[in-house]
């Protein structure tokens, strides 16, 4: 090979540098974050009126989201000589009058800003907010497919062995380590093998991936590759949900530049390694997420499950060995070839290696995608990251891992978040979804939700699910309406087993969870309700 | 009706390969060109892929996000997850539900605007929200909904 892809890299570098100290060194920079959340409060308005009435002086950038939801939509703005303001709640006239200096009502809003990031370390949402992430230049100037650049100069045998040592395990709620699949994939004797990457995002209070797709496309993709690499696979597949337009349109175009850049595609940096990469969109439900659905999905089928075995390693898209990888998994897995395993598993705690996005959302004054160590508590993420609930208001538990997991009471708020499950009930980190709950609901209403959400998306194929789900929404419909009884208390704990040991996929086997986390820890409160009648 | 087949008929063999794999990506296309799936249109992608319309349909109908019925002129969703609930998404249905008539059969229109409920939108740190035609609006409240509603039915 006359250069290495580690040279390559090096150049593709050297010309985005050109082009910015051409175009953009010292300019103002202002950045607008345009993401599925902000878009929902104005952003768009703000990017569209900035790009009209910019003064010469500056140049647009748009950005995904860094996760401040709270402040959305936000504008940064970095002068030539290193100054930096955040803007929130940015509007566009005030943020114009910002930028030509006169006096207006723009408002920075570090202190909170400040408050929000200091707990979080960033990796897969490293500078998410920040880089362009419609250009493939920005994220190369900020060490992007470095990563790459060296696990293509390794065989890949090594590159599975240095995400093994990392301790990465799959983002998506399975925590299963991520470079077992890529090795049982790898060990299959196949004329073609895929990888799917999961961002389907279907799970309630889940939107994170969505602020990864639309901030850092190209880290998912640079993930992919190596991935794909480390298995030998030859052709890669990004599912992204049906509804997340502005992912799928990001993600499109980090596809369109890296493959005109020699990033994707044959002879990848120069190597002898190839790889095609395409974009197919779901159709909606929570069980799309699963990962033998998704094959069905792809292959032109109902959305079900497939009975494992054979696992998706062995025989998954058109019986092909397949590794399905969350979007957040494969956003890790750069840092951890340009960085090496070690210093990704000193992040986390002990076997816990490496950090968790969590979506934060419900009774918190500050709302938003937060990316902490795994082994941060509960508290520390709704109070201090999240500055608790609004004034006024009261915690009185976190739901935690969604639709498939609990309900913690506020005496629980010191559990660490840990790959797997939380607590006996059964609660689990799943996603990482995090809803604070105050004063303004109640467990039982909580759990009923869940319940019902569970009874809706269940595909079917599984009787005891199917019959099961709406059987145990009705028992804690007779609860909730006063005419319940202890034995709908034995009702609920007898239908949740059967229904998580007889059915085939995660939805089934984890519906159960709600209530048993909630007969676990509000159990009194439910007597009280199946005695009062 | 025939020319109307036959003009996605050869739509469907420009854009998509005869595969079964793009079932759902031709699906999403005609969703979007007509703002449902009528049955006729999932014949006709039937016949192009070569798969049974019952099985089409079997598959379509399996997904969420995919409609059978023609939408109003307007679409209006509100999601009722746990973090707009929390945060007043009830306040919004049940104005929405004040200012609708329930029709036979349980949807709810004033003639214009379709109104459905949304397990999430995935937007829970603007909670509450609304879509209104596809675009979501986050920190809404039952009078910014309303709004939409009477706005959009005098356009």
């Not at chain 1, 380590?177 to 990888?195: D, H």
């Not at chain 1, 058109?318 to 210093?343: D, M, Q, R």
């Not at chain 1, 804690?476 to 006063?482: E, K, Q, V």
């Not at chain 1, 998580?500 to 984890?510: D, M």
Request: charged fraction near 20%.
């Amino acid at each position: 090979m006359a250069t290495s892809p580690t040279e390559t890299l090096g150049k593709l570098k050297q010309a985005a540098r050109e082009r910015w100290n051409s175009n953009q060194a010292g300019k103002t920079r202002v950045v607008v974050q345009v993401g599925h959340c902000s878009q929902a409060v104005g952003a768009r308005e703000v990017s569209d009126s900035l790009a009209s009435s910019l003064p010469d002086n500056a140049y647009l950038t748009i950005a995904g989201c860094d996760g401040a939801c709270f402040a959305a939509p936000q504008v940064l703005i970095s002068t030539g000589d290193g100054g930096r303001t955040r803007i929130a709640h940015a509007r566009p006239e005030a943020t114009v009058a910002h930028l030509s200096g006169a006096p207006n009502g723009a408002e920075v809003a570090d202190g909170q800003a400040q408050a929000f990031f200091e707990r979080q370390r960033r990796v897969s949402l490293n500078r998410c907010g920040e880089l362009d992430s419609t250009d493939a230049g920005d994220y190369i100037l900020a060490g992007g497919y470095a990563g790459l650049a060296r696990a293509l100069s390794m065989p890949p045998e090594e590159v599975i062995e240095e995400v093994k040592a990392s301790g990465l395990r799959g983002r998506g709620g399975a925590y299963f380590p991520a470079a077992l699949k890529w090795e049982g994939a790898r060990k299959v004797e196949a004329e073609s093998r895929y990888l799917v990457v999961n961002s389907e995002e279907g799970e309630p209070g889940v939107f994170k991936d969505r602020h990864l797709m639309e901030g850092v496309p190209h880290r998912i993709l640079e993930g992919a590759i190596i991935a794909g690499y480390a298995s030998g696979v030859k052709r890669a597949y990004i599912y992204i949900n049906a509804e997340a337009n502005l992912s799928a349109e990001r993600v499109q175009k980090a596809v369109d530049d890296a493959a005109e850049l020699g990033l994707v595609g044959d002879h990848i940096l120069g190597s002898g390694y190839s790889l095609n990469v395409e974009i197919l969109r779901g159709a909606g439900g929570y069980v799309c997420g699963e990962e033998t659905t998704i094959l069905n999905t792809l292959e032109g089928y109902r959305r079900e499950p497939r009975l494992r075995p054979p696992f998706p390693t062995e025989a998954g898209l058109w019986a092909k060995p397949t590794i399905i990888n969350n979007a957040e998994t494969l956003a890790n897995v750069p840092f951890i070839l340009a960085n090496g395993a070690a210093a990704f598993s000193k992040i986390g705690k002990g076997e816990a290696s490496g950090t968790k996005i969590v979506s934060l959302s419900g009774s918190v004054q500050r709302p938003g995608v937060a990316e902490v160590p795994l082994g941060t508590t509960l508290r520390e993420i709704i109070t201090d990251i999240g500055g608790g609930p609004p004034a006024g208001h009261t915690l009185i538990g976190v739901a935690v891992g969604g639709p498939s997991s609990g309900v913690f009471p506020t005496s629980m708020l010191d559990t660490p978040i840990a790959p797997g499950r939380l607590h006996d009930t059964g609660i689990m980190l799943g996603a990482g979804g995090v809803i604070a709950l105050d004063e303004r609901s109640n467990v039982l209403d909580v759990v009923r939700r869940l319940a019902a959400y569970n009874a809706k998306e269940s595909c079917g194929k599984c009787t005891p699910c199917r019959e099961g789900t709406p059987r145990i929404v009705d028992a804690i419909d007779r609860l909730i309406s006063g005419s319940g009884s202890s034995g709908d208390l034995d009702e609920l704990r007898y239908l949740s087993e059967v229904v998580s040991l007889a059915s085939l996929c995660g939805l089934g086997q984890a519906a159960g969870t709600p209530i048993n986390s909630a007969l676990h820890f509000f159990g009194d409160e439910m007597a009280a309700l199946a005695t009062s009648s | 009706m025939t020319s109307e087949r036959n003009e996605i008929r050869a739509t469907l063999r420009e854009k998509f390969p005869r595969d079964r794999g793009q079932l759902l990506p031709a699906l999403h296309f005609l969703q979007h060109e007509f703002g449902y799936l009528p049955d006729w249109a999932m014949e006709v992608v039937g016949w192009h892929l070569g798969i049974p319309a019952s099985e089409v349909y079997g598959a379509a109908t399996s997904y969420t996000e995919l409609r059978f019925e023609r939408p109003g002129e307007h679409v209006l969703r509100v999601c009722t997850g746990l973090s707009c609930w929390i945060n007043g998404s009830d306040e919004i249905t049940g104005a929405v539900k004040g200012e609708l008539e329930v029709q036979p059969g349980g949807e709810l229109t004033n003639g214009r605007v379709t109104f459905e409920e949304t397990p999430c939108g995935f937007v829970c740190a603007m909670a509450p929200v609304v879509e209104w035609d596809g675009k979501w609006q986050g920190r809404a409240n039952a009078d910014s909904v309303l709004a939409l509603i009477r706005g959009g039915a005098e356009i």
